[in-house]
């Protein structure tokens, strides 16, 4: 079993861990702030169509938060198991920004989520509210510690380093480093996209099934609307972050694009094969001098490519690819958002095949956040922290066996709970549609 | 008394505070999880009321805890979760089978809630079981040999009726009629083996150590120490009695001093804690490392130090006004 890499093993395992949490936070963020909005327009209006749809949709949130709290859990234990390395050398500013998320967002959004859940028979309307809104508060305070010390990773600042090891001068400059404010609403809208198509793809479903219920109707209408809203927000502030990752992570941006040796008038690649080998791109289609007309904004501007990087640029093809499935999701969000957006203003619904396309999109929120975080992860290698600690540095030395062992335990387990989260989710949407729903309620978690 | 000096004591007692509050909270919803499979289904629908609403901010103390652990003794967080790898592991999945099981059992099919309940009941018990494995680990310096590992399982099958005494505990408390009764006979039950456990931990742990030996058994500290052990006798010895009274009185319909069996319980698990903190004290990774050999950068600390001041009575305030909004007899779970 010693013939395993330990070190790949390790970023393997945590990459899946990582990446099966992160896909619940996503919703819960933004959902959050969704249940809060019905909850409002409910206290606002009395129209029962929107706590039916609170009603509806904080189940799925239930489920959704429960499944972020435990595989959160494990992230907590293999911070240490896998990367003794990192609190050793950046501690200093790891530390406080982990305790900070627990302590400030972990408690606040467990402790009220038991309210928002089950205590309206037992708390006032306005007691309920507060809990929704300090549930949604939390989610997304957990997401700005989170973001705030992801980004610091990316571009390091407010630090001086001495022996290796990272002291903190200015916490500010810390928390909001160069690239931190545009990591953190790139993220919260992606949240908020990836709630939009959850809402409406399973609204969509309900209505071609023929479930015409006013709140299948207001959920309908909110999630297309948020999406159609928030996917032109996601493409500016996705520029702006290019913009930051080519001042300051320009290898990554040269992976992004395909550029292996710097060149004026850089063309906007929709297809290659970047080969490690050859140092080049195989099979290329690109829009000429785009990438250096988005860049730069001038046509002949400069991008500075992989060779400037030798030996210490991220692996090309997946950074490469993994932004273009981001990109290709994201066109596909605007033309189905927008089209709905319309249908729904002209005819009050949208047609059937355009339906179908949502049901089809109900989860493609998770398929560009995780191709967006493969982007951003992949593309800081071979850094831990940019510039400070290498990944290589901090590892673990746990036998890659047990790695091995249990990284194979945690897929199975994954497998298993995305399938029925997915079935789940839209069990709950037909089950909503039957006349007895409403005396199935019962008990509930 | 420098930074140096003061900071670690203070945060090996947070950490020790987190952890010791995740015993109790989670320990009671673990242990209502392990009994599961003994209530009848309307009954178990109640059981997983009783504990709905706060077994996510339960789990949190765990979060706390090892995130003090990873953030204030960095070391000693790759050194004991490393040794603990495997039993970490399961434990992990079975808070995460547990967890979705909660969720799913009433959110999936019909047909599959069985399938469901027994992931509940089944993560609840590999999550405890793995726990009381990782403390007699933890507590034998990770030493290798039959006996240590053999000394591991039996504190794994001690904790987990620890937990189950909890759970029944709590049960008697949250809950009326028969499946109070028959909470008050697993609580019996549990006792037994829970009594066995706190006593075995305790002959084994100083035979185990010379170095906790001697913190026990010199004199004057010895008579000092003296109330900590006779004291948790006395609690066992309370429920003892109590538990077949309690019976006795339900039958009759009156379940005064219900909330008896949770407290004197919560009582035992302070004490025992208060009693290994002792023994482990001033180090972290036993026979290897002291907490201040351990402990991250003062500066680091501080930052936590003042956040943890401001917010912890927080968190505490509010916890303590969720358990109120859900006073008394458990209700079944609903939305609305």
């Known amino acids: 079993m010693e013939s395993f890499d330990p070190v790949i093993l390790a970023r393997i395992q945590f990459a899946a861990n990582i990446s099966f949490h992160i896909l619940f936070p996503t919703i819960s963020i933004a959902m959050g702030w969704v249940l809060l909005y019905f909850k409002t327009r409910f206290n606002r209006s009395g129209d029962e169509a929107w706590m039916d749809a609170y009603g509806f949709w904080v189940k799925i949130f239930a489920l959704t938060f429960a499944l972020g709290v435990v595989t959160g859990i494990t992230m907590s234990f293999q911070f240490g198991t896998n990367w003794p390395g990192y609190m050793q050398h950046v501690g200093n500013v790891a530390g406080p920004l982990l305790a900070y998320e627990v302590l400030t967002a972990f408690f606040l959004e467990a402790t009220f989520l038991g309210i928002m859940l089950f205590g309206r028979s037992r708390v006032s309307n306005r007691v309920h509210t507060l809990a929704t809104f300090l549930v949604a508060f939390g989610t997304t305070v957990s997401a700005f510690w989170i973001i705030a010390l992801n980004s610091w990773m990316q571009t390091p600042a407010g630090v001086e380093v001495i022996a290796g090891k990272v002291h903190v001068q200015s916490w500010l400059g810390v928390i909001f480093n160069p690239s931190m404010p545009y990591r953190l609403s790139h993220m919260l809208l992606a949240s908020g996209l990836t709630v939009a198509f959850l809402v409406a793809g399973v609204s969509a479903y309900r209505w071609l099934r023929g479930d015409r219920a006013a709140s299948v109707r207001a959920a309908l209408k909110t999630g297309v609307t948020l999406a159609a809203v928030l996917i032109p927000l996601q493409i500016l502030v996705g520029d702006a972050h290019g913009l930051n990752t080519f001042h300051h992570q320009p290898a990554k941006l040269a992976a992004i694009e395909g550029v292996w040796h710097t060149e004026r008038g850089a063309p906007l690649l929709l297809f290659a094969l970047p080969d490690e080998a050859t140092q080049s791109n195989r099979f290329e289609v690109g829009i000429p001098k785009l990438a250096s007309l988005i860049i730069t904004h001038q046509p002949d501007g400069e991008i500075r490519g992989l060779n400037e990087f030798a030996g210490a640029h991220p692996p090309v093809a997946k950074v490469f690819w993994s932004f273009r499935v981001m990109v290709a999701v994201g066109v596909a969000m605007l033309l189905a958002s927008w089209l709905a957006a319309w249908q729904l203003r002209r005819r009050g619904e949208p047609a059937p095949w355009l339906s179908r396309v949502l049901v089809a999109m109900t989860f493609s929120g998770w398929v560009a956040t995780l191709a967006g975080w493969f982007v951003t992860e992949i593309g800081r290698q071979p850094w831990l922290v940019t510039g400070i600690l290498r990944t290589a540095d901090a590892a673990s030395s746990v036998g890659g066996g047990m790695i091995l062992s249990t990284l194979l335990m945690y897929l199975a387990l994954y497998v298993v709970l995305l399938v029925s989260y997915v079935s789940v989710v839209f069990y709950l949407a037909k089950k909503a549609g039957t006349p007895a729903a409403a005396n199935l309620e019962g008990v509930s978690a | 008394m ?145 006996a240590a590992w053999g000394f591991a399982l039996l504190a794994g099958a001690g904790l987990t009726a620890a937990y189950v005494l909890l759970g029944a505990g709590w049960l008697i408390m949250k809950t009326e009629g028969e499946l109070q009764q028959r909470a008050t006979r697993w609580a019996q039950r ?52 109590s538990l077949p009274r309690l019976a006795a009185r339900q039958a009759a319909g009156n379940d005064n001093f219900c909330w008896l069996p949770f407290a004197a319980t919560v009582g035992i698990v302070l004490l025992s804690f208060w009693g290994l903190a002792y023994s482990v004290f001033p180090e972290i990774v036993i026979g290897r490392l002291s907490i201040w050999q351990a402990a991250s950068d003062p500066e680091a600390l501080w930052v936590i130090l003042i956040g943890a001041a401001v917010v912890l009575p927080t968190i505490i305030a509010y916890t303590v006004f969720a358990y109120r909004v859900f006073w008394g007899k458990a209700r079944g779970l609903s939305y609305s």
């Open chain 2, 2 to 146: 420098t930074a140096e000096l003061v900071l670690p004591v203070i945060f090996a007692g947070l950490m020790a505070i987190s952890l010791l509050a995740y015993v109790i909270l989670d320990g009671y919803d673990l242990g209502v999880g392990v009994l599961l499979p003994l209530g009848s289904d309307s009954e178990r629908d109640t059981m997983i009321a009783s504990i709905g609403p706060f077994w996510d901010a339960n789990e949190t103390w765990l979060v706390l805890g090892v995130g003090l652990l990873l953030v204030a003794f960095p070391m000693a967080h790759g050194i004991i979760l490393g040794e603990l790898y495997l039993p970490v592991a399961l434990m992990l999945l079975g808070l995460i089978l547990r967890g979705v099981a909660f969720d799913f059992r009433v959110k999936a099919q019909a047909q599959h809630q069985p399938a469901w309940n027994a992931a509940f009941a089944a993560g609840s018990l590999l999550a405890a079981g793995s726990q009381g494995v990782m403390l007699g680990r933890y507590l034998t310096g990770f030493a290798p040999g039959a």
């Open chain 2, 190 to 241: 549990a006792l037994l083996g829970a009594g066995l456990a706190v006593l075995l931990v305790s002959i084994a742990t100083p035979l185990a150590s010379s170095r906790i030996a001697t913190k026990w058994f010199v004199l004057p500290d010895f008579l000092l120490l003296l109330p900590l052990p006779l004291v948790t006798l006395a609690l066992f010895g309370l429920l003892a009695v």
